[in-house]
């Protein structure tokens, strides 16, 4: 693989596991909400993670 398939690779495939686990971790939060629980937190955490996954796989366009 050349230098930039390769990082192209690792960080689009880094970003797309970030978007999903920040999504899960928003639902989630949801989830909380709902039960009336301490979800503030949890739901922040959840789209800065999901923004960070989706900040990777559109950087990593640029390098295939």
């Known amino acids: 693989m050349k230098k ?27 989830v909380e909400k709902l039960g009336g629980e301490l979800w503030f937190w949890t739901g922040t955490l959840g789209l800065v993670i999901f923004q960070a996954g989706l900040s990777l796989v559109i950087d990593g366009v640029r390098y295939r």
């Open 4 to 30: 930039n398939t390769k990082r192209w690779f690792i960080q689009s495939v880094a970003g797309l596991l970030l978007t999903g686990t920040g999504l899960s971790i928003c639902i989630h939060a949801g």
